[in-house]
C-alpha cells in the first residue's frame, strides 16, 4: 500500500547532539513537508520541499536542516541549535498544488524528547 | 499574512447528538482552499473534508458537513450521528491557491460521550 513512512516512532537526543528523522513516501508525490507540534499550538511548519534538490523555510526553520536528494526521501536533521526540540515531527506529502484542492498525506508521527 | 483561528479548545458530546466546530481565517486573497483534519489519539492525522472557495455549495462527506461563509471568513465543522470513534483533536487548515503552505489553527479537542 502507498504510504509515508517515518522512523523512528520515538527517538531521544542528548545535550549538544543532532537527530535525524526520517520520512520515505511510496506516492510519487512531488511536494514534502515538515511540521512540528507542540500541545496547544497546532501544527507550524518547519521546511517543505517542492521537487528534488530544493526545498524552503517555513516559519520555524532555526535549528532544523533538511535534504532532498531522491523524490521518495525528505530527512530532517534537529540540530543542536535547536534549544527546545521535545515535540512530535510529523511528515507530510502532497501532489502538483496546482491541481487544485491537494490533501496533505501525513505520516504516523516521531516523538522527540530531550534526555 | 494567513491566520486561522479556532477559539474552541475543547468540546463535548454525547453520542448520537449533533456538534459544530468552529474555524475562522483571515485573508485578503480570494482564491484558496479549506480544510478540517481528525487526529485521533493514535496522532494519525486523516483528512474529514475540504472545501475550495470559489465553491458556493458547502462540502459533505456523509456525516461530516460544513458552513463556508466566504464574507465572513469563517468554515464549521458539523458532525452529525456523533460517534465514539469521533473522539480526537480536529485541525482547521487553509492553503492559497497555487502555493504549498498550509496553514493549521490549534485545534479543538472533541471528546463523544457515550
Known amino acids: 500500500d502507498g504510504g509515508i513512512t517515518q522512523s523512528p516512532k520515538y527517538l531521544f537526543r542528548k545535550e549538544g547532539q543532532n537527530v535525524t528523522l526520517s520520512c520515505e513516501q511510496n506516492?510519487?508525490?512531488?511536494?514534502m513537508y515538515w511540521y512540528r507540534q507542540d500541545p496547544g499550538q497546532g501544527l507550524r511548519l518547519i521546511y517543505y520541499?517542492?521537487?528534488?534538490?530544493?526545498?524552503q523555510k517555513g516559519d520555524i526553520a532555526e535549528g532544523y536542516s533538511v535534504s532532498r536528494e531522491k523524490k521518495e526521501s525528505f530527512p530532517l536533521t534537529v540540530t543542536s541549535a535547536q534549544k527546545n526540540p521535545t515535540a512530535f515531527y510529523l511528515c507530510?506529502?502532497?501532489?502538483?498544488?496546482?491541481?487544485?484542492?491537494?490533501?496533505?498525506?501525513f505520516g504516523s508521527g516521531t516523538q522527540l524528547s530531550v534526555l | 499574512a494567513q491566520t486561522v483561528t479556532q477559539s474552541q479548545p475543547e468540546m463535548s458530546v454525547q453520542e448520537a447528538e449533533t456538534v459544530t466546530l468552529s474555524c475562522t481565517y483571515d485573508?485578503?486573497?480570494?482564491?484558496?482552499?479549506l480544510f478540517w483534519y481528525k487526529q485521533p489519539p493514535s496522532r494519525q492525522m486523516i483528512l474529514v473534508i475540504r472545501q475550495e472557495a470559489y465553491k458556493q455549495q458547502n462540502a459533505t462527506e456523509n456525516r461530516f458537513s460544513v458552513n463556508f461563509q466566504k464574507a465572513a471568513k469563517s468554515f464549521s465543522l458539523k458532525i452529525s450521528d456523533s460517534q465514539l470513534g469521533d473522539t480526537a483533536m480536529y485541525f482547521c487548515?487553509?492553503?492559497?491557491?497555487?502555493?504549498?503552505?498550509?496553514?493549521f489553527g490549534t485545534g479543538t479537542r472533541l471528546k463523544v460521550l457515550a
Open positions: 520541499s517542492q521537487i528534488v534538490n530544493d526545498f
Open positions: 506516492l510519487n508525490h512531488d511536494a
Open positions: 507530510a506529502s502532497s501532489i502538483e498544488v496546482a491541481a487544485g484542492a491537494e490533501k496533505l498525506f
Open positions: 487548515a487553509f492553503r492559497l491557491s497555487g502555493t504549498y503552505k498550509y496553514i
Open positions: 485573508t485578503s486573497e480570494s482564491n484558496y482552499y
